[in-house]
């Protein structure tokens, strides 16, 4: 082969090489409540969150509380009577089931900031988790994760989207 053709076939593979794909700037991840935390619980996580999701009890609690998830209005996060119910087939469920531990996962819908999206769902998390210590869930069994606007239910612009993306989410984990 020609040395010339040799040195332009190495030149560009390393030209091809340099070309791949840019790394995004790393994120600041969900806000996380640990209620052991001092500084009042709220702090910014990886997506490495420690939480084990446990999908067997996942589906054991939607069958019978009957849902995991409780919907919101817009820039809302109390509970109506609907998501009253559901939390509190919930609370019956985890209360029957003692070794589990949940994480209330607060969402927004697209609209709006991240800084206002990621406050809102964790106001939504927390709306859903001071109603099921009401009901007798101690404090120390859940967590509070607020992904705002960052894990859609629905994908969509139009308000069909946005009403299945205004949510908290009670996922069983260990």
């Known amino acids: 082969m020609n040395k010339s053709i040799l040195i332009g076939m190495t030149g560009l593979a390393l030209a091809l090489g340099a070309c791949g794909k840019k790394v ?26 420690d939480l084990v999701e ?31 119910a559901t939390l509190a ?7 029957a089931n003692p070794s589990v531990k949940g994480s209330i996962e607060g969402h927004a819908d697209e609209r709006g900031t991240r800084e206002y999206n990621l406050a809102l769902g964790e106001r939504r998390a ?16 859940l967590t509070v994760i607020s992904w705002g606007k960052e894990r859609p239910a629905a994908m969509g612009s139009d308000e069909s989207a946005w ?3 205004r949510r908290a989410v009670t996922v069983v984990v260990r």
């Open 24 to 49: 995004p700037p790393a994120d600041t991840g969900p806000l996380v409540t640990d209620p052991n935390a001092a500084n009042g619980g709220a702090t910014n996580v990886d997506d490495s969150v």
């Open 54 to 84: 446990l999908p067997g009890m996942q589906a054991d609690l939607v069958a019978k509380a009957g849902s995991d998830t409780v919907y919101f209005g817009t820039d809302e996060y109390a509970l109506d009577q609907a998501s009253r």
């Open 89 to 95: 087939a919930q609370a019956r469920w985890m209360l």
């Open 126 to 141: 927390n709306s859903a988790k001071e109603f099921l210590i009401a009901n007798g869930v101690p404090a120390a069994r």
């Open 163 to 165: 009403a299945q993306n």
